[in-house]
């Protein structure tokens, strides 16, 4: 130290000075009769005493002051300083700005006063953005960073680095693990979750990189909550997979007994009294819900069918119909199909295909408690792919309804299955097929399926006019 031709201190953390060497007498022209102590103007006491918290943390930062010398002149002096922990003292390599040219001024004002300018330029970043100076304080971020942090850019800045962490609850030790790997590191990333909206959870990833030369620590913010969502929808699809397995293996083992059950239940109905005969037809009628459940889960588990064949849409909808016309009329319930303008040919499994537009039919027509139509269209889109859309005018759907609906075993009704829509999905994919749904709450539901066109009818004679009266009514 004493051999350095630049002026050293060695100071407490009060500022007494406990060591100088003969430059910084002379540059500084310093007092040593001041009690003691460096002696600073009212602003920099301030900072000394947030720069000396982090110094102690950080170990090395770099600093401003204002200096009053014996002449009682304040003097503008950069401060590199070092903390001894063993001794508990700081070790100052000074620098006085003021013999220095006038951009050292200018960094001085510019940082204290009008801050940087520097990140208002990426805030068309993605990503929120913070940087916290030697002393601990936020000094500018980005318009990301303010939108993650939901604070006002005016609310964040000057707080403490630690501040960023306020809105997410973090518990201690991952806070300090946070920080030592920072102070040893340089370098630190957390994940934090901001559970502060009631209906969807968001997930940030924090990281921050100590500057040493800068005397800085960049701080970036990354929104990856559509990135942890996926991963959970897939994990939860996994664990899906693995019991849909199960349960097709399950009722294949119950289907049998299921058979002898209601063998028995027959025969016993032959000469049963009149209050067994209730009973009875009770435990039918469970037993046929049971073989239903059975059967549309054997049909969700079993694999796709490779019988593909040429088929003319249309017709089979026209079948599907017909078929549930009577039940569609029970329910007051009115079916109206307006077919394709030509005949158009697609690839696909004719029993399959059938399931799929029962069961949106089925539960179009179960969506109207009051009555009402159905409205069933084929059309051709964008040239290449058939469009069948079933319109009811039913309950519509709630948004939770309209992400679950898919799921296997998802249903909201009391005596629904909820393997309906999952079959539609998993048949609508083999074909290459589309769904689009759009819902409004007590106005209805539209599924509108769409499949690639093998070729259109080469010997289809009719006009689209023609063709488009096509429709039936009941
Ligand atoms: P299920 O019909 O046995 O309940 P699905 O898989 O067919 O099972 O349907 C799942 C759920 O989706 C239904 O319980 C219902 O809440 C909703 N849903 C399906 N289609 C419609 C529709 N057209 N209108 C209103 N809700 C519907
Ligand atoms: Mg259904």
């Given at each position: 130290m004493t051999n350095s031709l630049l002026p050293i201190f060695i100071l407490s953390s009060s500022r007494k000075i406990l060591q100088v060497n003969e430059p910084a007498i002379q540059q500084f022209k310093l007092n040593l009769a001041y009690n003691g102590f460096l002696a600073m103007d009212e602003p920099s006491n301030m900072k000394w005493t947030r720069f000396v918290k982090h110094l102690k943390y950080i170990k090395e930062a770099e600093e401003t002051f204002y200096i009053r010398t014996a002449n009682n002149e304040y003097e503008l002096v950069r401060f590199k300083c070092h903390y001894?922990?063993?001794?508990?003292e700081i070790v100052a390599h000074a620098t006085i700005l003021n013999h220095l040219d006038?951009?050292?001024?200018?960094?001085?004002?510019?940082?204290?006063?009008?801050?940087?300018?520097?990140?208002?330029?990426?805030?068309?970043?993605p990503h929120g953005i913070i940087l916290t100076n030697a002393n601990d304080m936020i000094f500018d971020l980005?318009?990301?960073?303010?939108?993650?942090?939901?604070?006002?850019?005016?609310?964040?800045?000057?707080?403490?680095?630690?501040s960023i962490f306020d809105s997410f609850n973090l518990k201690d030790s991952e806070l300090s693990y946070y920080f030592s790997k920072l102070t040893e590191e340089k370098f630190a990333t957390i994940h934090v979750v901001d559970q502060s909206q009631s209906n969807r959870a968001l997930y940030y990833e924090i990281s921050s990189v100590f500057d040493c030369k800068k005397n800085l620590i960049v701080t970036t913010l990354l929104d990856e909550t559509e990135k942890i969502e996926l991963q959970q929808k897939v994990e939860h699809q996994q664990a899906l997979n693995v019991v849909g397995q199960m349960a097709a293996s399950i009722a294949h083992e119950i289907r049998n007994p299921l058979t002898s059950l209601k063998g028995f239940t027959d025969l016993l109905k032959i000469d049963a009294t009149e209050d067994a005969q209730m009973y009875l037809s009770v435990i039918d009628s469970e037993l046929q819900r049971m073989e239903q459940i059975l059967s549309e889960l054997l049909m969700l588990s079993k694999p796709a069918n490779i019988n593909v064949e040429l088929l003319e849409f249309d017709k089979i909808v026209q079948n599907v119909i017909e078929f549930m016309m009577p039940d569609a009329l029970m329910k007051n319930v009115m079916i109206q199909f307006?077919?394709?303008?030509?005949?158009?040919?697609?690839?696909?499994?004719?029993?399959?295909?059938?399931?799929?537009?029962?069961?949106?039919?089925?539960?179009?027509?179960?969506?109207?408690?009051?009555?009402?139509?159905?409205?069933?269209?084929?059309?051709?889109?964008?040239?290449?792919?058939?469009?069948?859309?079933?319109?009811?005018?039913?309950?519509?759907?709630?948004?939770?309804?309209?992400?679950?609906?898919?799921?296997?075993?998802?249903t909201t009704k009391t005596t629904g299955t909820g393997l309906g829509l999952p079959f539609v999905k998993k048949v609508i994919e083999e074909h290459n097929g589309e769904i689009v749904i759009e819902s409004e709450l007590k106005k209805g539901t539209r599924f509108s399926l769409h499949f690639p066109i093998y070729s259109f009818d080469p010997l289809d004679t009719l006009s689209p006019n023609e063709k488009d009266s096509n429709y039936l009514v009941t």
């Open positions: 001894h922990v063993k001794n508990e006038d951009t050292a001024y200018d960094l001085y004002f510019t940082q204290e006063d009008n801050r940087y300018p520097l990140f208002s330029t990426y805030d068309k970043i980005n318009k990301h960073a303010a939108m993650y942090l939901k604070r006002e850019k005016s609310q964040v800045l000057d707080s403490a680095h630690k307006i077919s394709s303008p030509m005949t158009v040919l697609i690839e696909g499994n004719e029993n399959r295909l059938k399931q799929v537009v029962l069961n949106l039919i089925k539960n179009a027509i179960e969506s109207m408690y009051n009555g009402g139509t159905v409205k069933i269209e084929m059309c051709i889109n964008r040239g290449s792919l058939l469009e069948l859309s079933i319109t009811d005018e039913g309950s519509g759907m709630t948004n939770e309804t309209i992400e679950n609906l898919f799921q296997p075993f998802y």
